[in-house]
């Protein structure tokens, strides 16, 4: 769905839909540079990433593996606290696989530097992240986000695979959440 047909849930448009995909083939070109005459295999995080490894996994002139893992982390209501329970495992063995984890956005950065531990006891041969979306708290872990669409202010965004309780995950671009739809 586009932006309109939901006009009085948003108040900005942050990303269109095709400056994600603008954004999402640059880094492709890396990507096949970095991987050239390599093994890769997309590890994305359900279900926030669906959409971006959907585009991102398409864009790509590379045979690529893809495979998924639905994590939860316990916590007190919005606040990940870094405690991560695996819901749904790989299917793959990583040993000696060049892993590239495929994340929505980066908020604190506490679920994804529990996943990649995770991923690297595995004795994959390279554990590298790929994330559309980074916001300013992930600057207080310690996470090197190899290819980043883009960094966007400290607000709740929903589309393109982000949601606000299941919904607006199909909303096409990234958007800001009106605050009367949350209280
Ligand atoms: P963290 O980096 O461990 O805090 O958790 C990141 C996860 O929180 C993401 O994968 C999203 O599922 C969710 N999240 C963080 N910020 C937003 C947002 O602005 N909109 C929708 N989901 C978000
Ligand atoms: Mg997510």
Same mark, same amino acid.
């Given at each position: 769905?586009?932006?309109?047909?939901i006009?009085? *849930? &948003?108040?900005? !448009? #942050?990303?269109?839909?095709?400056q994600?995909?603008?954004?999402?083939?640059? #880094?492709?070109?890396?990507i096949?540079? *970095? =991987?050239?005459?390599?093994?890769?295999?997309?590890?994305?995080?359900?279900?926030?990433?669906? +959409?971006?490894?959907?585009?991102?996994?398409?864009?790509?002139?590379?045979?690529?593996? +893809?495979?998924? +893992?639905?994590?939860? $982390?316990?916590?007190?209501?919005?606040?990940?606290?870094?405690?991560?329970? !695996?819901?749904?495992?790989? *299917?793959?063995? &990583?040993?000696?696989?060049?892993?590239?984890?495929?994340? *929505?956005?980066?908020? $604190?950065?506490?679920?994804?530097?529990?996943?990649?531990?995770? #991923?690297?006891?595995?004795?994959?041969?390279?554990?590298?992240?790929?994330? &559309?979306?980074?916001?300013?708290?992930?600057?207080? /872990?310690? !996470?090197?986000?190899? =290819?980043?669409g883009?960094?966007?202010?400290?607000?709740?965004? /929903?589309?393109?695979?982000?949601?606000?309780?299941?919904? =607006?995950?199909?909303?096409?671009?990234?958007? /800001? &959440?009106?605050?009367? !739809?949350?209280?």
């Amino acid at each position: 769905m586009e932006p309109r047909d939901i006009d009085g *849930d &948003l108040t900005e !448009i #942050l990303i269109e839909e095709e400056q994600i995909h603008g954004r999402l083939a640059e #880094l492709c070109r890396r990507i096949e540079a *970095d =991987y050239a005459g390599k093994d890769l295999l997309l590890v994305g995080v359900l279900k926030g990433a669906v +959409m971006v490894m959907a585009d991102l996994a398409r864009e790509l002139k590379h045979p690529i593996a +893809m495979d998924w +893992m639905a994590v939860s $982390s316990y916590g007190s209501g919005t606040q990940s606290s870094g405690v991560v329970r !695996i819901l749904k495992d790989l *299917d793959t063995d &990583l040993h000696g696989r060049n892993v590239l984890i495929v994340e *929505d956005i980066i908020d $604190s950065g506490l679920t994804l530097s529990w996943l990649i531990a995770n #991923l690297k006891s595995r004795q994959p041969e390279s554990v590298e992240i790929c994330a &559309l979306l980074r916001k300013p708290d992930a600057a207080r /872990v310690d !996470i090197d986000v190899k =290819y980043l669409g883009f960094d966007i202010p400290n607000q709740f965004v /929903v589309g393109y695979g982000l949601d606000y309780a299941e919904k =607006y995950r199909n909303l096409r671009s990234v958007a /800001v &959440l009106a605050p009367h !739809i949350y209280s």
